[in-house]
């Protein structure tokens, strides 16, 4: 057994709602240590920014940070995707925690379908722009010279590049809002399948699908914000759930 989700954003708006929002992540931990998950696949923007110094790492979180210790001690598989708010990663979930960091797109086979996994930021029509800042932000010179600021500064200038981003996210174009228009996510994942691929997993944009195209799925795992859907995939099949705990 398989699980994904993705876009918590664990630090946007109150103490309170991301309290709440960590209290349900965690009560997904607890049903994939119940359920003997072989691997969890954090889909990006676990957190609204994230950006670890040498020794440093932002406050707060402790308990997701705990949880996630607990399903690696436990033998589960955890691979993190890494979005376009969270991308500020050193070696802290890789050495402390475990966790398998990925700062590209994932190809893999799980439970016998060829899957595609992609938070989904660059991927919308007519994203140059984007792409070309994202090159620059997650340059290795961009973040040695990030990594001089004290951790003070820097984690608060990570929160308003965060703001920022999440407001051009909010105001890009996807398509799919009147009939007949194209969603770019979408329009990548078909693309994917016609290639090959039996399962393409994305979120980003915060819209949950379950789509089939040809002999394939394109799923969007929405937002913890909303939603709190997540996919599970196994030898039975692919599904989409919203956690209701």
């Known amino acids: 057994m398989h699980y994904f989700f ?49 020794t440093v790492i932002p406050r707060g979180f402790v308990r997701t940070l705990g949880g996630i210790a607990r399903l690696v001690d436990a033998g589960v598989a955890v691979h993190y995707v890494i979005g376009n708010h969270d991308f500020g990663h050193r070696d802290f979930f890789t050495g402390e925690l475990g966790v398998v960091l990925h700062e590209g797109d994932v190809e893999t086979t799980i439970a016998g379908l060829r899957c595609y996994i992609a938070h989904g930021d660059g991927k919308a029509f007519n994203d140059t722009g984007y792409l070309i800042l994202r090159k620059v932000l997650r340059a290795r010179s961009s973040k040695l010279l990030f990594r001089m600021l004290h951790p003070d500064i820097g984690i608060g200038v990570a929160a308003y590049a965060s703001r920022r981003s999440r407001d051009h996210t909010t105001q890009k174009h996807y398509g799919g809002e009147q009939p007949g228009e194209a969603d770019g996510l979408r329009a990548f994942a078909e693309r994917k399948i016609d290639e090959g691929f039996d399962l393409v997993v994305m979120g980003h944009n915060h819209r949950p699908a379950f789509i089939e195209h040809g002999r394939g799925r394109y799923v969007n795992l929405g937002t913890w914000l909303r939603d709190r859907s997540y996919l599970v995939v196994d030898d039975e099949g692919v599904e989409l759930r919203q956690y209701g705990g």
Do not use: K, M, P, Q
């Open 6 to 54: 993705s876009d918590v954003h664990l630090g946007l708006g109150s103490a309170a709602s991301t309290r709440e929002r960590e209290r349900h992540v965690l009560g997904l931990f607890d049903e994939i240590l119940a359920n003997g998950a072989e691997s969890v696949y954090i889909v990006g923007d676990l957190f609204d920014f994230w950006f670890d110094y040498r």
